[in-house]
């Protein structure tokens, strides 16, 4: 939602610019799901619960960076690595869901997880639509930013409290999984 009050309102650039902005984020999901990708093949758990953490904090401080840039070239730029740090935790967590979830429960586990990512995005756009007939897409951004950041505390605060150790594995992991080049075979 508020990508498109940017594109048309912030910076004026009508539909086009709602789709540039949308690029850009696509270009930086591409880029944050490879590396999330790589990185989960060769960190322990320790360093995901880190790197998620890390990924959390970047994503809400390039999102309030992108909220207030006046120049439209680099806002494409912090929009894409504010992306780019939401692909690296998704991967990497559902990577960590697919290692951990037993497979007679994880379609439950999954299904569970994106009702309760979507349902959340669902109310956010609703609150932002609602704030945006009173404050100003550049504020509306500021603070999505600050709320999607403060993810990072919580989950500091609950890998330090101890509260996310590493369950068994007995799900689904890298080495078992073939993956061909050609999609027929």
């Known amino acids: 939602m508020l990508f498109s009050l940017f594109g048309e309102k912030v910076f004026h650039k009508g539909a086009a610019g709602i789709g540039t902005i949308w690029a850009a984020a696509a270009v930086g999901l591409i880029i944050g799901g490879t590396i999330g990708h790589k990185l989960g093949t060769w960190i322990s758990y320790e360093w995901y619960k880190w790197t998620v953490a890390i990924a959390y904090l970047l994503h809400g401080i390039t999102y309030v960076i992108f909220s207030?840039?006046?120049?439209?070239?680099?806002?494409?730029?912090?929009?894409?690595?504010?992306?780019?740090?939401?692909?690296?935790?998704?991967?990497?967590?559902?990577?960590?869901?697919?290692?951990?979830?037993?497979?007679?429960?994880?379609?439950?586990?999954?299904?569970?997880?994106?009702?309760?990512?979507?349902?959340?995005?669902?109310?956010s756009m609703t609150a932002a639509g609602l704030a945006?007939?009173?404050?100003?897409?550049?504020?509306?951004?500021?603070?999505?930013?600050?709320?999607?950041?403060?993810?990072?505390?919580?989950?500091?605060?609950?890998?330090?409290?101890?509260?996310?150790?590493?369950?068994?594995e007995v799900g689904v992991q890298p080495e078992e999984v073939e993956v061909h080049g050609d999609p027929n075979v």
């Open 68 to 123: 207030q840039m006046e120049e439209y070239g680099l806002a494409l730029v912090f929009i894409a690595a504010s992306r780019a740090a939401v692909a690296v935790s998704s991967v990497m967590n559902t990577s960590q869901l697919l290692r951990h979830v037993a497979d007679e429960y994880r379609g439950r586990v999954f299904s569970t997880i994106e009702t309760m990512n979507w349902g959340m995005m669902m109310l």
């Open 132 to 168: 945006s007939d009173y404050y100003s897409p550049r504020t509306i951004g500021l603070w999505s930013g600050i709320l999607s950041g403060s993810t990072a505390v919580f989950w500091v605060w609950a890998h330090l409290a101890g509260k996310l150790p590493e369950p068994p």
